[in-house]
């Protein structure tokens, strides 16, 4: 008997090892057919969101969560996508390139589809190169970087990605903005921008459509400081003063924006002042009452517009968010990125990075002040209205409790901005 019972121990080995001998192969099938439907498998579709939620930009970053929250919310309670809810997962990236792409590194392991990114474009553009690597590498497990501000021109241009959808004007769109929007008498102007992507794309802008549009006009003087390393402004407003300044022009956002302001402001100086992000939080109270009609804004949004065009939806909608918050409902252009991506994942019918990609190329929806709002096939870039905000007394709604709003002084149109793309789109062959 011992014979018999030896070889059907063996025959018992070889059937097991047949068995494991399969566990690759049948995980390898799993893999495939599983890792793009692992968030159908999950209860909520999650969007990685990563910017500066503490040290000196954090103010920026947790105005935007706020923000997203909102929006969130509101999307969610109209049905999310696919009868799925979306939900935010945050990652503190201490405006840093490295802990983003820590972020993109955790929200590929877990197959989250999206991942946005707001501010600073040095933090893009590694972005936009990580994921571009990473989806040719892993093409079961792709990611859609969705930018919701980081503005350096050429991430649409010539760095343009499939992947990367920027849902906010570029740097050159807003310049061309600026230098329509300087009066006349103005012709004596002075750039002051950070040392980095963004704010070198905006020196750069400005000076070019000066050429075209404003020949007449003189740049006095130009700076470029680093990044969130300036705590005292006043020499620079010595400079800006003694070199004859009728209008200053600047990117500069975060603790950048507010002190410089704050320092012209403290010292009295009487001139202009043109911004991006004036308008952001903290902005409003860096400015205060002395800066009545001085300082403009280009912007995608103030809560007065609803009052200017008589949309009392958008207006009661965005008056639920002040009740809750100290500070301006600014991200009407959030509501537009969360809009698209809804009906991007419905168009596609999946949770699947690739077919959704595809579906929001060329998509053209309303914003919720009913303009268009119109992704462009060839870059990527979002054409949409804009506004140049000018801070006074006399709006209904203040910003921050200081008595002046932003009254809106001039509408740019989608169709105005559609600028020329150098952009040469590699899509994937599936």
């Known amino acids: 008997m011992l014979p018999i019972r030896i070889n059907q121990t063996a025959d ?57 929250q909102y929006i969130l919310d509101y999307i969610n309670s109209k049905g999310g996508a696919l009868g799925k809810k979306f939900e935010l997962v945050p990652f503190d990236n201490k405006s840093q390139p490295s802990d983003a792409l820590l972020a993109l590194k955790s929200a590929t392991d877990q197959n989250m589809p999206f991942i946005m990114q707001c501010s600073g474009s040095n933090i893009a553009a590694a972005l936009i190169e990580a994921v571009d690597k990473h989806n040719e590498r892993n093409p ?47 012709t004596k102007i002075y750039l002051l921008n950070q040392d980095y992507l963004f704010g070198q794309s905006v020196q750069r802008d400005i000076k070019e459509f000066l050429k075209k549009l404003r020949p007449d006009v003189q740049v006095v003087g130009e700076e470029l400081i680093p990044l969130g390393k300036v705590k005292d402004f006043s020499p620079y407003i010595t400079k800006i003063k003694a070199a004859g300044t009728q209008a200053l022009i600047t990117g500069n956002w975060g603790p950048d924006m507010t002190l410089l302001i704050k320092a012209g402001m403290d010292a009295g100086l009487d001139i202009r002042y043109y911004t991006m992000y004036a308008h952001l939080t903290g902005g ?21 517009i609803a009052v200017e065009d008589k949309n009392a939806e958008v207006e009661a909608w965005t008056k639920a968010f002040r009740d809750k918050h100290s500070f301006d409902f600014y991200a009407a252009g959030f509501r537009t990125i969360f809009e698209f991506l809804q009906a991007g994942v419905a168009k596609a019918g999946a949770v699947d990075a690739t077919k959704i990609a595809y579906a929001m190329e060329g998509m053209e929806l309303k914003d919720f002040l ?44 989608a169709k105005d901005l559609d600028q020329p793309s150098t952009c040469k789109m590699k899509r994937p062959k599936s």
Request: aromatic share 8%; glycine share 8%.
């Open 12 to 68: 018992r080995r070889k059937h097991m090892r047949r068995k494991l001998d399969m566990i690759p192969a049948a995980l390898a099938i799993a893999a495939s057919l599983g890792a793009g439907a692992t968030a159908w498998a999950q209860g909520t579709i999650k969007i990685a969101y990563t910017d500066p939620l503490s040290g000196p930009f954090a103010q920026v970053g947790d105005s935007n969560l706020k923000q997203f």
């Open 140 to 186: 079961d497990n792709r990611i859609i970087y969705v930018n919701c501000g980081a503005i350096a021109t050429e991430l649409t241009n010539e760095k343009c990605s499939f992947w990367h959808f920027r849902f906010d004007i570029h740097a050159a769109m807003k310049a061309e903005t600026v230098v329509r929007a300087l009066p006349k008498e103005v």
């Open 284 to 304: 409003p109270t860096a400015i205060g009452p002395g800066g009545d009609g001085k300082v403009r804004a280009i912007m995608p949004f103030s809560e007065n």
């Open 370 to 413: 009913g303009h268009p709002a119109i992704m462009r096939k060839d870059d990527h870039q979002v054409l949409t209205n804009y506004y140049v905000g000018v801070f006074k007394k006399g709006v209904k709604y203040d910003s921050e409790k200081t008595g002046l709003g932003w009254a809106t002084e001039a509408t740019v149109t």
